[in-house]
């Protein structure tokens, strides 16, 4: 990344002189944070009493920093609080949480969020490529990494769909020309994957042939023939564990498990268990959130939330860490750039206050402290909305009341019905037969979950009005 406006990165290769003169201690180094707990993503252990230095966005030195301190150097102590390397989500749909890229990264970056790999499947489906870029572009100038995965499946069930755009080969190997694309988004089209489809295959093709990997989600229950066969197209990572053996599966076969907990899913109570109840090595483990309301991310937070879970899971909080760092950059093939607390690297780090509750108390991106105790320090631009991309829903005509009514058959007291059973918290949704009462001759929607109770009739509060 190198188009960031006011937070612009500048490469290694235009600053590695000046690094190397701060950390032999000839050049005075920009930021100095010091007296610090360093919990060092790259060995897995936590070590006292360092100083990190930084020089022009990057980090110089690691170590005792006192050398590189001069007249305008900027000291923060750490006051024996711990330095992790900034948080990256290496799966997340902007899009439900409901703002924009700005808006987002307004509320997840006072979380210790310094990175993201987006998703925008839902924009694209509507916007297509145009939809991809716009969001491409609001991640620009904020204090956050901001990389997109192309969407490949838009839409997302051909011949049901009727939102607009479709994506195939093409329209992927052009975006994997643009600034910004970090891979190809979830292929959900895995039955496409097994039965060896053209138009997924060659999805896959044009992103292999652009050195960038291909996210996945396999929500089968085979984790032997499928599993296997999904893999060895070259899908390497996917967020559809539910359990311990769906995630460890994954992991054995060389496959990233990116264990998911977001708003509607919370995952990561069973898929922790891969790797706190089997000693495995966890470096193809990362934490996820996928989707979040935007209730979650104020009332609970992001990764901070997550990676809090699967400590309170019985997860090693170094090992937690490493799982939304190190492990998401090398997945993208960032790790020379973000990911550790090592020199050369950009300086996007947390201090956390407690390191098992995840208190972020400071945010530093690209050298520059841009949160502190849960509030933005620096301004981040609203977002502007090109007029195409407004007003996408376009209806036949009003919608009323009586559209919405389910008409029963005349005569009828109760009607069967097959209905979609969702599982709280859960991904995985079931089809279901169940008897629905019929009221003045239509039938009324449930306000609480029959299927659960399907026996009991109707109570006070159970219909809509
Ligand atoms: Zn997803």
């Known amino acids: ?33 010091k007296n610090i707990r360093l919990l060092n993503v790259n060995t897995g252990e936590i070590q006292d009493k ?20 001069g007249e305008k150097t900027t000291v923060v102590d750490g006051e024996g609080m711990v330095l992790a390397p900034g948080f990256l989500d290496g799966h997340i749909h902007v899009e439900s949480s409901m703002v924009t890229v700005r808006e987002y990264a307004r509320t997840v970056v006072p979380h210790g969020t310094t990175g993201i790999f987006m998703d925008p499947h839902e924009i694209a489906n509507v916007l297509g490529m145009e939809g991809v870029k716009l969001m491409v572009e609001d ?21 049901f769909e009727d939102s607009g755009a479709e994506f ?92 998911r907990e977001g708003s509607a899913w919370h995952d990561v109570k069973e898929t922790i268990r891969s790797v706190t109840e ?50 998401t950059a090398q997945y993208f093939g960032k790790a020379d750039e973000i990911g550790s607390i090592s020199p050369g690297k950009f300086a996007d780090m947390v201090l956390l206050s407690d390191l098992s509750r995840v208190s972020v108390h400071k945010v530093i991106y690209n050298g520059v402290l841009v949160a502190e105790k849960g509030e933005m320090v620096v301004p981040i631009e609203r977002s502007t909305v090109p007029d195409f991309a407004k007003k996408s829903v376009r209806l036949a005509g009003p919608v009323t009341k009586e559209d919405l009514k389910v008409v029963a058959p005349e005569g009828a007291t109760s009607v069967t019905a097959r209905v979609m059973e969702i599982i709280e918290a859960h991904v995985g949704t079931y089809s279901r037969e169940i008897e629905l009462s019929v009221v003045d001759g239509t039938v009324p929607a449930w306000l609480r979950s029959p299927c659960s109770s399907a026996t009991r009739p109707p109570g006070p509060g159970d219909w809509a009005s």
Request: charged letters at 20%; hydrophobic letters at 40%.
């Open 1 to 33: 990344m190198s188009d960031k406006g006011n937070y612009v990165r500048l490469p290694l290769h235009q600053v590695s002189k000046e690094l190397v003169a701060v950390a032999q201690g000839t050049l005075p180094a920009d930021l100095v944070v």
């Open 50 to 69: 360092m100083d990190v230095a930084v020089k022009s966005g990057h980090i110089a030195y690691v170590g005792d920093a006192s050398h590189t301190v």
């Open 139 to 159: 991640g620009k100038d904020v204090p956050m990494n901001v990389w997109a995965t192309m969407p490949s499946c838009v839409p997302a069930v051909p011949g």
């Open 168 to 259: 195939g080969p093409e329209e992927v190997a052009e975006a994997m020309t643009w600034d910004g694309i970090a891979g190809l988004g979830e292929l959900m089209n895995f039955p496409g994957v097994l039965m060896g489809s053209d138009h997924a295959h060659g999805e896959i093709a044009a992103t292999l042939r652009s050195g960038k990997p291909v996210t996945g989600h396999y929500s089968m229950p085979d984790l032997d023939r499928g599993l296997n066969g999904y893999v060895a197209s070259g899908v390497s990572s996917c967020h559809e564990s539910v359990s311990k053996e769906d995630a460890l599966a994954r992991m054995r076969l060389g496959m990233y498990a990116r264990m």
């Open 278 to 327: 089997s000693r495995i090595d966890t470096r193809f483990a990362l934490l996820v959130c996928d989707d979040a309301h935007p209730d979650t991310l104020l009332s609970l937070g992001h990764l901070d939330h997550i990676v809090r879970r699967a400590i309170e899971e019985g997860l090693d909080p170094i090992r937690a860490i490493q799982m939304v760092t190190i492990n």
